[in-house]
C-alpha cells in the first residue's frame, strides 16, 4: 500500500518559504542604494542648481538639509509605521514616494518647489535602510544572514562611493534634473520587485494607537536638532541667538513630555 510522503520537520515548508531570498536581498539592496545615492549625488550639483535657481549658498544648502533632515525625523516612527501599514505595503509605499518625489525634484523650477520635494523624498527614503535590515533578518536563514548583509553591504558601500562621481558625470553631460531622474527607473523596478517578492512579518501586529502629540514634539525636536547640526557651522553654532533659541522651544517640550 503507497503511503504520502511527508516533509520531516517542516524542511519543505521552509525550503518555500526562503525561495525568493536573494531577489529578495537584490530588491532591498536596490533600494537602500537610492537612498545613499541621494544623500551624496546632490553636492556636486550644488553650483549648477545655485545658477539655475537663482538661489545663494545659504539657500541651496536646504537642498541637502532639507533631505537629511526628514530622514532623522521618519527613521524613529518607521517601526510603527511598518506595524501599522504593513511592513510589504510601508516599503512598498516608500519606496513609491521616493519616486514620485525624485520627478518632482528633476521637474522643480524654483528653490522651494525644490526643497519641499526633497523634504518628501527624505520621508520616503528615511524607511528604506532600516525596514530593509528587518526584511533580510527574516527572509534568510539564520546560518545566511551574514551572505545577506555582505549582499546588503555592498549596496551600502556603493551608493555614498558612487554618488559624486555619477553626480558630476550627469550634471555635465544632461544637467542637474537628471541627478534626479535616475532614480526613477532603478526605483520602479525595486517597486515592482517588492510587491512581487516582499511579504509581511510573519510576527507582526498591527499597531492600533498612537501619541500624536508626542510625534509632533519628536519630529520638532529631532528636525531641530539635526538642523542645528547641519547648519551650525554656517551660524556660529551656540554664538548664533536664532539658533540656539529655536533649539530649546523645540527640544525641551519633548523632552518633558518623554520624561
Known sequence: MA???LPLNGLGADADRYKYKYIIAITVSLASVLELLDTSI???AIPHMMGNLG???DEIAWVSTGYIVANVIILPI????SAYF???RYFAGSIALFVLSSFFCGNAHTLTELVIARIVQGLGGGALLSTSQAILYEEFPREEYGTAMAIFGVGVMVGPTLGPTLGGYITDAF???WIFYINIPIGMLALALSLSF????RFQVKADRIDYFGLVLLAAGIGTLQTMLERGERLDWFDSRDSCGTSSRRTIPWSTSES
Open 3 to 5: 503511503t504520502a510522503a
Open 42 to 44: 546632490v553636492n556636486v
Open 55 to 57: 538661489a545663494t549658498l
Open 78 to 81: 518607521t517601526g510603527w509605521l
Open 86 to 88: 504593513g511592513r510589504r
Open 175 to 177: 544637467g542637474w534634473p
Open 198 to 201: 516582499i511579504q509581511n512579518s
